[in-house]
């Protein structure tokens, strides 16, 4: 993830307008782009971007629908660093923004959604696309999905609300906030000469560190020999440090489905995959008796992570380190609960440790450590078929192809479906800097398609790869339109098999009813060619091999590779199925 103190501009913005005044303090906080779709309400603020970009400040980048735009905001995010922004007119504009923004709030991505509201005179009189509170509530809908939202219903409430609003986005747990404004309010003239307060020091991250419980924690881990650490998806800040702990306490250590972008896969300390889609080398540590302690670092124990350990474990041997105490709510089991900067306590961590001169090796277990076709040190289900020439493509080989071939620095975004186990458990990574990007929480089809593009406007120069299903892909694949018109070299991998093929396997796994999964069959790589990019059918192993990579990465337009998959593959997706089938059993036995 980038540096989001990096510098941007530091000439003031001139402020006319309240919708100026809204753009200076995204200029101070280093945003460079504001994306969204015009309207009507919402075109003060469009005029203010107008003449912001003539004067080096934000920009507008025009997606083709608002919650695309709210996925390229959440990207803009994942590599920068920086608050995401996304706009939208009232109405309509507004409502299409919502799965976008609840994806950012489970994902705990900082966004500032800014909606326009019809004129204050108007409210309630019926006007076109009145959302106000007498039409179609927009704030009551935001609220369940934002931390802080609200409407501007006097222009000296926008100051102090827009500060209110940014430092709830920024400070932990971050998450979307919204504002709400009429769009009179937003072409209102600002008349003081500048604005009343910085932002620097009221938007960056504060630390509270419980420090009675951190000095527990060292003289856990001091007493203790044979210690496993689990890595969630919240460790952006101590990737490093947590890497560096694992290899001092010779520890072997696993993560969670979104957890996996901040560790080395090729670490040979590393067992891969615990929870969905997971391996059985990480099953298999999580079982051994010998586990005398089991650090969990930034993680939300869920469904899809290590929310599936037993019992006894979760009581017993598990200790939780997180910045934000809310995580702890989904363990009050645990042998200790840690709050603080992750960074900071893995550092006091390794200073204490490093005072002792023996070398940590596990009592009573030898580990073996064997590595996989695909240069890591995971168990692999059908191994053999990573490296098939088989003919259609196995979805295997393809997670085969994108481990060994593409350049260390690629951003890989991964789509929900079976995209995201095709992924999870065969696409092996050596980046440990969050580049593999995965939106888990709430699981919006499509997510992809607008992040990759919202992170490919921020890092032109990085590769940046989407893996998308047909079915989702359909549901978004206009918005490669903005790829095109942004010249991004962004390529866009679709898995063609005419199917939802979550569902499809999903009913055939629980022995359901085969329905609703069929999808009449598309020529993407004809669809990408109608909007201007480059667009080819990939159906054997040696096409694949074939591409010109660094070409299609230093192209000025996108790229689509329709892969024709071979459609009888079944993801390793049984633990989600089997979790579906205890949820019906359930709720069987309670009626």
Avoid at 178 to 197: A, F, G, T, V
Avoid at 232 to 254: D, K
Avoid at 516 to 529: H, P, R, Y
Avoid at 551 to 565: E, G, H, M, N, V
């Amino acid at each position: 993830m980038g540096d989001s103190n990096t510098q941007v501009n530091d000439k003031q913005l001139i402020i006319s307008d309240y919708a100026d005044l809204i753009l200076e303090y995204l200029r101070q906080l280093n945003v460079e782009y504001i994306f969204g779709v015009p309207g009507g309400a919402i075109e003060p603020l469009f005029n203010a971007l107008a003449r912001s970009a003539r004067n080096g400040g934000p920009k507008i980048i025009i997606a083709r629908h608002e919650c695309a735009a709210a996925f390229m905001a959440d990207g803009y995010y994942r590599e920068t660093g920086r608050l995401g922004v996304v706009c939208s007119t009232t109405g309509p504009g507004a409502t299409n923004l919502i799965t976008g923004v609840a994806s950012a709030s489970v994902d705990k991505s900082p966004m500032l959604v800014i909606t326009a509201q019809t004129a204050l005179p108007k409210f309630g009189k019926h006007a076109l696309q009145d959302s106000s509170e007498t039409a179609i509530d927009t704030v009551s809908i935001f609220r369940s999905c934002t931390k802080f939202n609200t409407l501007i219903s006097h222009e000296q409430q926008l100051e102090s609300k827009l500060i209110s609003a940014l430092m709830n986005a920024m400070q932990a747990p971050k998450a979307p906030v919204h504002l709400s404004i009429p769009s009179d309010i937003l072409r209102l003239p600002y008349k003081q000469e500048s604005p009343n307060i910085h932002l620097n020091y009221l938007t960056s991250q504060t630390s509270f560190e419980d420090i009675f419980a951190v000095e527990q924690l060292i003289n856990q881990v001091l007493s203790a020999d044979n210690i496993v650490l689990f890595v969630g998806h919240n460790c952006e800040h101590a990737y490093e440090q947590i890497e560096m702990l694992a290899e001092v306490l010779n520890a072997p250590f696993a993560s969670g489905p979104m957890g996996k972008r901040w560790v080395n896969e090729k670490h040979p300390l590393y067992r891969g995959v615990y929870g969905y889609a997971g391996h059985q080398s990480a099953k298999d540590l999580f079982k051994n008796p010998n586990i005398q302690l089991i650090l969990v670092f930034g993680a939300s124990i869920t469904e899809t992570g290590i929310g599936g350990l037993p019992q006894d474990i979760l009581n017993e041997k598990l200790i939780h380190i997180d910045t934000s105490a809310e995580s702890f709510s989904r363990t009050p089991m645990a042998k200790l609960h840690v709050c603080g900067n992750l960074a900071g306590i893995t550092n006091r961590l390794l200073n204490k440790i490093s005072q002792y001169s023996w070398k940590r090796t596990w009592q009573g277990v030898e580990f073996e450590c064997h590595k996989n076709a695909l240069g890591g040190f995971t168990s692999l289900l059908e191994e053999e078929k990573t490296l098939s020439n088989d003919t259609p493509i196995k979805p295997q080989r393809l997670m085969g192809f994108l481990s060994t071939k593409m350049p260390d620095s690629t951003r890989f975004f991964i789509d929900a479906g079976n995209a995201w186990a095709w992924a999870t458990h065969y696409l092996i990574t050596p980046s440990n800097t969050g580049t593999y990007r995965v939106a888990m929480g709430f699981g919006s089809m499509a997510w992809s398609i607008g992040a990759v593009i919202g992170s490919a406007i921020a890092q032109k120069n990085a590769p940046h790869v989407c893996i998308v299903g047909d079915g989702a892909y359909q549901m978004s694949s206009h918005e490669i339109g903005v790829a095109v018109q942004y010249k991004l070299p962004v390529l866009f991998i679709v898995l063609n098999d005419a199917a939802y093929g979550m569902v499809k396997f999903g009913q055939k796994m629980s022995q359901a009813e085969s329905i609703g999964w069929d999808l009449n069959f598309v020529n993407f790589s004809e669809l990408a060619k109608a909007q201007g990019a480059n667009g080819y059918i990939i159906e054997s192993p040696t096409q694949l091999n074939e591409l010109d990579l660094p070409k299609l990465f230093s192209d000025t337009k996108p790229t689509l590779l329709d892969i024709r998959i071979d459609k009888d593959e079944i993801p390793p997706m049984m633990d989600r199925v089997k979790s579906l089938n205890q949820d019906t059993v359930f709720l069987t036995s309670s009626q």
